[in-house]
C-alpha cells in the first residue's frame, strides 16, 4: 500500500471528527503502516508562541508518522471561528480546490495512507457553490462518516449516510462517537444505525474514551488496499 487516503467527515461540527481520525491514524500506524493526516481547511485559529495554528490540524500533525509542513497538512487557516466560506469570504480568499489536491498528492507521495479531516459536516459550504462534499470528490476519496452519539443522531446520520451515497463517493465505514455519557437507549441506536447503514461500524468511542480505545480496522484496511 502507498499513498492511499481516504476523507474524514461528519454528521455536524464538533462531533468529534478530529477525536475519532487520531485514533485511526494510530490504529494505521500500529499495522506498520506509514500514516500522515490533513485538515485541509479550518477556522477558528489559535495563536502560541509558534503564531497562529489550528487545533485540528496540530493534533492530525502530532499522530502522524512523520514531520510535514503545515503548508501542506492545513493549507487555508480562517481565524474566526465560521462557516469556512464566511471565513474565507471575510478575508477575500478563494478556496481552490486544484490547489488542496496538489498539496494532498504531496502527501500521498510521504506516506502509505494520508488522512484528511473534512470541516464540519459533509455539505458544510466551502465556496458560494462548493460544499466540502466537493473537495472529496475533487480529491476522489472515500468517506468515513464519524456518529456523534446522542439524541437526534439517527437522523443526522441517515441524511448524511444518503447524501453521500447521492454523491456516488464509497463509504468504507463509520465511526460512533458518544457525545452524551447519558444517551437513553445507546445501544438500541447503535443498532438502528448498523441496520440501516450498509457500511462497517468501525469502531464505538465511549465517552471521555482513552487514546488507545479499539477500532475495527480490518475492513477499512481492506477497501483501502482494494481501492
Known amino acids: 500500500m502507498k499513498g492511499a487516503a481516504f476523507f474524514v467527515t461528519g454528521t455536524d461540527t464538533e462531533v468529534g471528527k478530529t477525536f475519532s481520525s ?6 494505521l500506524r500500529a499495522h506498520g503502516l506509514q500514516v500522515l493526516g490533513m485538515k485541509p481547511v479550518a477556522s477558528g485559529a489559535l495563536v502560541d508562541g509558534e503564531g497562529r495554528y489550528s487545533e485540528d490540524a496540530r493534533a492530525l500533525a502530532e499522530a502522524a ?9 492545513n493549507p487555508y487557516l ?4 465560521i462557516s469556512p466560506h464566511l471565513a474565507a469570504h471575510e478575508a477575500g480568499v478563494e478556496i ?3 490547489l488542496l489536491a496538489d498539496h494532498l498528492q504531496q502527501l500521498r507521495q510521504q506516506a502509505d495512507v494520508v488522512l484528511v ?17 466537493d473537495l472529496a470528490l475533487q480529491l476522489q476519496l472515500p468517506v ?20 453521500i451515497r447521492a454523491s456516488g ?9 458518544q457525545l ?3 444517551m437513553r437507549h445507546a445501544e438500541a441506536n447503535l443498532a438502528t444505525l448498523r441496520q440501516h447503514i450498509p457500511a462497517p461500524c468501525l469502531g464505538v468511542l465511549p465517552w471521555q474514551a482513552p487514546p488507545a480505545s479499539p477500532l475495527q480496522l480490518q475492513p477499512l484496511l481492506q477497501a483501502l488496499l482494494q481501492d
Do not use: I, K
Not at 65 to 73: L, R
Not at 145 to 155: H, Q
Open 22 to 27: 487520531v485514533r485511526l491514524m494510530h490504529g
Open 180 to 182: 452524551d455519557p447519558v
Open 96 to 98: 481552490d480546490l486544484a
Open 169 to 177: 463517493a464509497p463509504l468504507l465505514g463509520w465511526v460512533a462517537n
Open 65 to 73: 508518522s512523520s514531520v510535514q509542513p503545515m503548508s501542506w497538512v
Open 117 to 133: 479531516e473534512g470541516a464540519g459536516g459533509w455539505l458544510a459550504p466551502l465556496t458560494d457553490t462548493l460544499f466540502m462534499r
Open 78 to 81: 480562517f481565524d474566526p471561528p
Open 144 to 163: 468515513v462518516l464519524v456518529v456523534g452519539m446522542r439524541l437526534g443522531c439517527l437522523n443526522h446520520a441517515l441524511l448524511s449516510f444518503e447524501s
